[in-house]
């Protein structure tokens, strides 16, 4: 799994949460280091993204995500305090502040088969923001 998030506090606590739960990931801070993540290490289950950051945001990210053949068919999911009406039909959208819960669902709808053994199936009850 492949978390893009500029802010380090969020992109750290996404990343030990989905390996408490068994998930390989790697961390990227914008758009930019994602896609050079993405020629080096295994391919993704998902791509779970911030919409925005910068050096290349969200958005750009999932156009060059699309125009490339190795990367257009892994799953995207995008984090977002916008509303989701601004979002194209097909977009999966996680509302920020993500509650942990309903994003170790959608990681598992993804990632079926893609857990370590003996990894946690505990739930935890937080949420992912920048805000204090």
């Known amino acids: 799994m492949l978390v893009v998030e500029d802010d380090v506090d969020i992109r750290e606590m996404l990343g030990e949460l989905l390996e408490d739960e ?3 990931s790697a961390l990227a801070k914008d ?21 925005v950051m910068p050096v290349m945001d969200g958005w750009d990210l999932l156009k060059a995500l699309s125009l ?4 257009a068919t892994i799953p995207v999911v995008v984090m977002s305090g916008a509303n989701k ?8 959208v996680l509302k920020k502040p993500a509650d942990a819960d309903i994003l170790l669902e959608i990681v598992h709808g993804h990632c ?6 003996g990894s946690s ?5 937080d949420s992912f923001s920048s805000e204090p």
């Open 31 to 51: 758009g930019q280091e994602a896609l050079e993540l993405l020629s080096t290490i295994p391919r993704p289950c998902l791509v779970l993204a911030d919409l």
């Open 85 to 92: 009406n601004t979002f194209p039909e097909q977009t999966q």
């Open 22 to 24: 068994g998930y390989d």
């Open 112 to 117: 079926c088969g893609r857990r370590r053994e």
């Open 68 to 71: 490339d053949d190795r990367f």
């Open 121 to 125: 199936t505990g739930h935890r009850d």
